[in-house]
């Protein structure tokens, strides 16, 4: 315990006997903290607040209790909750006190309110009433505290209640509640946007608002609002700019100001604006250069609050359209932020270089000798950025030393979080540049002992999937999983009763299949040595069924061992081992069955027989490292205009910047500090850096143009059925019989029904069967793959010749992509074809056609070079959409002026009201030469609305079955005739909504999610406004309606 | 957004705990236990952020945190703030807790927990920055503090101040009402006895 609170607790007695009365009901408070900062142990902290607790609860419900000595027990009531007992009992009272009470007690109340109470407790419904009335109150403090609780807890569903209020304080005349009401709102469009959609007109007057604290507060529900979509606020970027300028300039009260900075936080949320809206916007840009320039030259005072204003102008200068002169000035402040003996800034420092190193390798390489300093500083978190530094920077010259310096790290690290955030990132490097096998392997064996079993389930999973499914060369995989083999017996021959699970079950799935490549090794080793990690008591039983899959798999031949091992199974109490264990004497009987079962060198099998595990379904082709930066940036500068720019960037960092790699590590050497003791260092970084010099670092630029990674996956079978038939290694293993897992399966499966019955009967003839961990193979023999094909060819894509449409739409084909759609699709009703993406080569388009169970989002890809386009591959995610299939995604090779056509069936489980999808399509224009561009898009649930027919007798069952329902006024369109019918007709236009039935001044109207739950909706005329009463057995359904109602009508 | 918002002292016995989103009260004390493991084993002179641990919400989340003398203050916030403003923000808060309570020391937020919270929520409401200068955040709760003495009249007093007028009053009360016994009815006379 600290000295001060010693000191003034053992004053404490003498104080309570001073004080009588009233005063003794704070004691007991006093009282409380004295017992329990005199405890010793936990065991008697819990006794005296179970004491306290049932004193506290009896004192509740006595009648006798005022009012004021309630607001005391809630005080208590806090410190025990805070300490983590449960207090539960007093939230009533809680609940009572903000009711009844007077200000004080209403305090209280609402502060244990949501300090005890979260938004989904049901007692919080009590308080909706309360806080209406204070939000009426004229009280300022009442109305104050209750947009403060109306911003910490309140329930999703009754926000429509206090909506109305809440934006009359708007206008309230005092800032502090205006403030507060913005904030408040800006909570509301967080937990449901669809709500507040309507007061968007609001938000820009709170933004106007002669008080630049309310100004203040409205920016953060600019900021989210920016970067949910920044291409609706450009308008407001020459608002933002003049305000910037105004606050740099020094324009605002002097109360503003933070030790003589004027507003700091307001400049820091201003930045961010801006920077979010000047990314990839060259004229937007170009209306903030001025004012960021003033910023960077505004803030060079010495306190941390203008480091911080700094570090946000850095970050904005770096994302926005560059301005040589702004970088020049950016990067300078950088190097004061990376050499600051500060230990904070250089944290920043670092930051800065780990973002801005996507744009500008050089800067990196200029702070070369820093950065290996700070990998061995004492602080963490310093080192951990800078691996992360290291992470973006590594190629293959230098993943060698970089993984050694992760490895290091993670070896003397013991926080769990970090050490399965590197070590993901330690696999990812080296399966990316691996400079040979053995080095791989190690490498992996560090990653796996290291990560042990807090891995992510995808490490193992790419591993084991790139050992299995090999590169091109056959010749190169056995080497490989020669060497796997080779290294893993060696692992085995120590020590394994440390070695991780995961570790474990890795090596045994390897042994099992691979051991028999090694033939200088006896079979029967291997088995001993997995028979003897059986025998370990530390080994869990899942990873039991992974070794005996393995040895089940390598026991031919060797009948006598097996069967020995077979019988001491045989009384496991595992039932799963038992199980195995009995096939396993069945299959080493009899060859011939285990011949059939497991056929040599094609031994995808097994634990489908056990049928316990099977990997997860990982979608992970492994991220690249520049993910979500997109490359605009080259080596001379913007990419889209390169002659234009180039000049620019080039000078000035020519100016400061080394040559090459080699000429940095002379600069340093001439340096006048002694260089012995930097020796060491300095070749650190030559290893380090190398390949970051002006004349490599195109290839750091862009990664994707790096040399490809040495274990290049391959394309996944489902993504690419036809693809790859082309490689020599594939063929010779594609007499292998097909496999593939659960998912592969359903993709397959949703993709039989819509092919052609000729197609199905080629994919009848693979067999299927599941792998033992997730490996999706699909190794067709030949003749399928032929088959399949021309199947894909003739029935999926629509490959237009040149000639058909060069005719009619020589330069641009966009027009009229939707006549390429397949003859079954045409019918459909869809949307308007618009571009996602294009470059120089290809562009690609989208069109949504809209299937009555299903959304069909079809993309044309369209070539337009002269030349012919191989290898195209379109990969599209989307977190809250499921695909059901697809079509036509891989094109092995695309004609010129040609376009061709693949379509995703999205399904959409939960509503949502706006869903984004990224993707990347990746070609080849010469062999060995790929090319990848993102592109992303967005949909919105009205895409999967269809309408829902039904009578109005079914209309009012359904209605009395629902639970869920929502209520609101819309605008009615008064501008024709009948205002209803009107109003119901630009809905169904908008939303393919089905009108049931439209009686008097109401009108009914349905529809279901795809073919999903059904909303029904209930309109009538009140007034001037439509009364909306929405019903449906989703709960988040009708918001989304709503919303999209609301848009529908504000936009007619 | 600010996550959570959290005061210990060097032995990690929580002083004020603030959470603006929604944890079980399990996995609360856990995100103490952890910051604190996470927050006193670093030296006085490193930098003041630490990547979050698992239970805060993983590594879009940060902890900013200073120490002053036997207290942590420690900030969860995610990646749209800004780690020194954060930074200055933990200042402005002390400084305004010392205002408040005339030289802060750990006794006081001990004692005056929900003061401490009202005087947080001036500064931040519901996650977000709400006020950051200081003269404003004292001008607001000092007005409530007048509301206080202004309503309650005598009982909003500081506690010993009042016990003392009380107990001066409370012989003299009967007194007075003995002398104006004549005329004057006094129906709660009992409840002063």
Known sequence: MSDVVEKTLTALPALFDSQTGAAKITNRLRQLIKSITELTSKHEEENLIKQELSAMKEQVSSPNTTMKQMREIMVRAMYCEMLGYDASFTYIHAIKLAQQGGVLEKRVGYLAVSLFLNEGHELLLLLVNTVLKDLQSTNLIEACMALTVVAQVFPKDMIPAVLPLVEDKLSHPKEIIRRKAVLALYKFYLIAPNQVQHIHAKFRKALCDKDPGVMTSSLHIYLQLIRESPDSYKDLTGSFVTILKQVVGGKLPLDFNYHSVPAPWLQIQLLRILSLLGKEDQSTSELMYEVLDESLRRAEMNHNITYAILYECVKAVYTIHPKAELLEKAARCIGNFVLSPKINLKYLGLKALTYVVQHDAKLALQHQMTIIECLDHSDFTIKRETLELLFRITNAQNVTVIIEKMLDFLRSCNDEHTIIHLVGKVAELAEKFAPDNSWFIQTMNDVFSIGGDLLQQDVPNNFLRLLAEGSESKEEDDQLRLYAVDSYLTVLKGHTSHLPQCFLQVMSWVLGEYAHLQESVDQREVIQFLTQLLDQRSVSSETRVWILSALTKISEGQTDLILDLAESLSSSQDTVLRQQAQELRHLSQDSQLHEWALPRGAPWDSIEVAGLIVFPYYDNSSTLILEGVKRVWGKDGYLPQKEATAPLVDEPSAAVQPPGQHEAAERIESRPEPSTQNQDKQQLASSLFVGLGVGSSMSLLGKSEAPPPCFRKKPRPHESPSSSSSSSGTSERSSDSSSRNTTDSFLYGSLLEEEPATAISAFDHTPKSTTANGLAQNKDTKEDRRANTSQILGGDMVIVRPSTIQDKHPPSVSSDLTALLPADLKDLPHSDVISLTSDPSLSLSSCRLFRDEALLLVIFISNCTETVIKDVSVQLTCEELKTVSLRGNVVDCLEARSTSVCHYALLMDDPHTNVSFTGTVSYQTQPGHTNTLPFSGTLSTADFIRPLVVTTEEYGKLWLSLSHDVKQNLKLLTDAGDPLRTTLNALKDALQLHVVDIIGSEGIVACRLLSGAPCLLHCRVNGTALAMWLRSPHPALPDCILYHCQRALTHH | ?193
Do not use: W
């Open chain 2, 1 to 193: 957004m600010i996550k959570a918002i959290l005061i210990f002292n060097n032995h990690g016995k929580p002083r004020m705990s603030k959470f603006y989103e929604h944890y079980t009260e399990d996995t609360e004390q856990q995100i103490i236990r952890e910051t604190f493991h996470l927050v006193s084993k670093r030296d006085e002179n490193i930098c003041n952020f630490l990547e979050g641990g698992l239970l805060i919400g993983g590594s879009d989340n940060k902890l900013i945190y200073r120490h002053y003398a036997t207290l942590y203050f420690v900030f969860c916030v995610d990646s749209s703030e800004s780690e020194l403003g954060i930074l200055d923000l933990i200042q402005v808060f002390v400084e305004t807790l010392d205002k408040c309570f005339e030289n802060v020391c750990e006794l006081d937020l001990i004692f005056h927990v929900d003061k401490v919270h009202n005087i947080l929520a001036e500064m931040v409401m519901g996650g977000m920055v709400l006020e950051t200068n200081m003269s404003e955040i004292i001008t607001q709760v000092e007005a409530q503090g007048k509301m206080e003495k202004s309503e309650a009249g005598i009982a909003g007093a500081p506690a010993r101040a009042v016990s003392a007028v009380k107990n001066m009053n409370l012989p003299e009360m009967p007194k007075n009402i003995n002398i104006g016994d004549i005329s004057i009815k006094v129906p709660n006379l009992p409840s002063f006895k």
